[in-house]
């Protein structure tokens, strides 16, 4: 057995390729035990939660223990306790290692040289996964935040049949009841005249995919929106005749609620922190001194304090501190 060069393909590029396999590193380890005519080929993963194992053929004398062995140094079945076993331990660093184990192999296969060579290409190997689990990480914590955002998509055909949408819809339509999945998977409001509109935009958009996206509020407590566009993303077309998507947004709380959070989060009085929801959902300081029972000038007054504590220079700056803030994530 002869120890691979760089830009050998034989075990080189299974084994840098084996981050990505389900199992990892199947491809390697087969080839490995192959090559050294050993019983057994294994890699030992530890992690700073878990410890994972990955074997090609029997590992028939056990396997070595990480912790009693330092980096880089080849081991033989007489210092692990394992029998006729040669291992070399790979690490990244004290959260991330790897253990490399050949059991049994040929009588005259160079594995103590194989395995020592190996080691720098592990660490390549160790490095790429790190790399990974780190973009894992922060794909799941972009993914849970955007989730909170309660966003949405369905893309629909001209009769308004569902042709494909994402989870956080799926979850939107089965327990908001402003929008359900109905008969023949069509996209149904439960208001009627919602219902003839989107009718009436499918039909626009079928016909003119260029025509401007149209917004439609579908519930103020909790609010709830809805944005109906053309369809311009083929991937959402799901190879299918979609012509418009539905971006949906919905929020899990009632304005009561948000309106306590706004207390918490800028010293406002309940008082005007009804009102800075109120604003912050579009209505005007006339219309929320309608909603919540106000005259003008109280309302007018109350916005002078929101402003104030809130630091917004006005509503639209209020509707960014409210709506792109934290509270969008509560």
Known sequence: MRVPNLGETELLVPLHDGVFEQPMWQTFLSRL????????AA????TASDELRFLSGVMAQGWPDPDAMRPGRLYSGEETGCGDLQAVRV???????????????AADARVGGVLSALVPHVQVALRVLAGLERERARSEMSAEAFARLDFGWVSLDAKGIIVDNDTQA????RESGLLRRGAYDRL???DAAIDRQLTGLLKEFAANPRARPRAINLSHDPWIDILVAPLRLDALAGGKDAVAVVYLRGDRSSSETRAEQLVDLFDLTPSEARMAWSMAQGL???EAAQEHGLTIETARNYSKKIYAKTGARGQVDLVRHVLTGVLALA
């Open 188 to 190: 149904v409001p439960s």
């Open 33 to 40: 035990r192959t090559a050294a005519g050993a019983r057994g």
């Open 91 to 105: 690490a990244y660093d004290e959260r991330l290692s790897v253990t490399l184990a050949i059991s049994e192999p």
């Open 43 to 46: 890699i030992l993963l530890r």
């Open 170 to 173: 799926d979850r939107m339509l």
């Open 284 to 286: 005007s300081i006339a």
